[in-house]
């Protein structure tokens, strides 16, 4: 158990919908990584917040979206869903939003658009 | 987006065997890191690598960081069947302006009874 939990586990929505995951990350952590990994593209960067603030953002489309709570829970907005949005969703977290922190990696969501 | 190059792809072994497995960069990274991921969960941390020649073991797991900091190797000794599943190996470098993490394409592993 690596500390991260991830809700829900499985997401089952229809193409045009919107949905949230939600990321807690390890306790006293303070940066949460957003991971997309579908077949054809492996493990691809989303986007990154620090302490509430987003950090860098990778591979994201521009109906995506996310944010990170006071609390540092994050969430992960997705909307105008595609087929091709079928995938799975990981947060990771580490301590700090720079260095060579390693990153925890949650359960992951399980998104499936028909 | 970037991946990492990951090999083989794919490796049938027996009960007992090592294994070993590559991942080359065209890009420098600052920290190697190598998962193990089983179907349908998360990527879990193996081993994590912070300079350059650095040769580190967890049990039966033994990774290096190679010296021109594009590549980096895991080996596996003596297999048993929870080693099964994907592994992936991971570069990290924060000069490339933030904390996001370059996989690879993965390695999967199957033990043959």
């Known amino acids: 158990d690596s500390g991260v939990t991830q809700t829900p586990k499985h997401l089952i929505t229809a193409t045009g919908q919107r949905v949230t995951l939600r990321c807690s990350p390890r306790?006293?952590?303070?940066?949460v990584y957003w991971y997309q990994q579908s077949l054809d593209q492996g493990l691809q960067f989303l986007i990154q917040?620090?302490?509430?603030?987003?950090?860098a953002k990778g591979n994201i489309l521009e109906r995506f979206s996310a944010q990170q709570f006071p609390d540092l829970h994050s969430e992960l907005n997705l909307s105008s869903l595609e087929l091709g949005d079928s995938a799975l969703y990981f947060c990771?977290?580490?301590?700090?939003?720079?260095?060579?922190?390693?990153?925890?990696f949650g359960p992951g969501t399980r998104l499936t658009v028909l | 987006g970037q991946q990492l190059n990951q090999s083989p792809q794919s490796m049938f072994i027996q009960e007992g065997e090592d294994v070993s497995m590559n991942c080359t960069s065209s890009?420098?990274?600052?920290?190697w890191l190598w998962y193990k991921q089983d179907p349908g969960e998360g990527p879990v941390l193996l081993i994590a690598l912070y300079k350059a020649g650095e040769l580190t073991s967890n049990g039966r797991l033994t990774a290096q960081f190679g010296i021109t900091r594009k590549d980096s190797f895991l080996n596996i000794s003596a297999s048993i069947p929870s080693d099964v599943g994907i592994y992936f190996c991971a570069g990290q470098n924060p000069h490339f302006g933030n904390e996001k993490l370059t996989f690879g394409t993965g390695t999967r592993l199957t033990i043959i009874p």
């Open positions: 890009s420098i990274f600052n920290t």
């Open positions: 306790s006293g952590d303070l940066s």
């Open positions: 917040y620090y302490n509430g603030e987003e950090r």
């Open positions: 990771a977290s580490s301590p700090r939003d720079r260095g060579v922190d390693t990153q925890y």
